[in-house]
């Protein structure tokens, strides 16, 4: 049984590119406003392409002229972003889905020269709903090495163990989706924007489009 599912936007031509070509522009990075709202419009729009894969129920719907029956989302779905670079996404997904409960979890690279990856990923802040039988979506801009990503799904396991996770990216690297393929306890589903080419040897995504957190929000000690 296949563990990972993907669906990677920029494989069919849309608008999409268009925001995702000022993304990386490093001429248009220094907009932090228009950086973090080109990945808000991402998020909208993975959402909305996620949506689809939901459980839905029909519902019958009032109009001032009769009745109708509509196809509603069975439940909402659990949103949880990481830290800080995860904001923009998270508010570009929470547009599509309202009423969801949201949870934030931090994460960061702790610079370690004795493992191999030359860094090994750190937890501190969470705050996070009961993910107990309901869609998870983890919400983070760049899937770099993955192992941010494999971490934080173990950490949120002891919240509850949801019906459908779903990962939500704007850039991955091949590596990343390895990992998480490699790692992966049940089922996900991964809804990225691209797929670059690689990492370089400090883990960042090549070409990508730099620090995320850094260019939405300012450099960081």
Do not use: C
Request: aromatic share 8%; glycine share 8%.
């Amino acid at each position: 049984m296949q563990q990972v599912s993907l669906f990677v936007l920029a494989e069919q031509p849309s608008v999409a590119n268009h925001f995702m070509a000022e993304l990386r522009n490093y001429t248009r990075q220094t907009d932090r406003m228009r950086f973090r709202r080109n990945i808000e419009r991402l998020g909208g729009i993975l959402a909305y392409e996620l949506s689809k894969a939901l459980p839905y129920q029909p519902e019958l719907i009032t109009t001032p002229l009769g009745t109708t029956n509509i196809s509603l989302l069975e439940q909402q779905p659990v949103l949880v972003s990481i830290l800080r670079a995860g904001i923009p996404l998270h508010l570009g997904v929470l547009d599509y889905f309202d009423e969801a409960d949201s949870g934030f979890i931090g994460a960061y690279r702790h610079h370690d020269a004795t493992v191999p990856a030359g860094f090994t990923i750190r937890l501190d802040y969470q705050s996070i709903p009961s993910i107990q039988d309901r869609p998870l979506i983890l919400i983070d801009p760049m899937l770099a090495s993955g192992q941010t990503l494999v971490k934080v799904l173990e950490q949120i396991s002891k919240y509850g163990t949801p019906s459908q996770t779903h990962i939500l990216s704007v850039i991955a690297a091949p590596e990343g989706v390895s990992l998480l393929e490699e790692k992966a306890q049940h089922p996900y589903h991964l809804w990225v924007g691209a797929i670059d080419e690689q990492l370089n040897d400090k883990s960042y995504i090549i070409p990508g489009l730099g620090d995320a957190g850094d260019l939405a929000f300012g450099n960081k000690l």
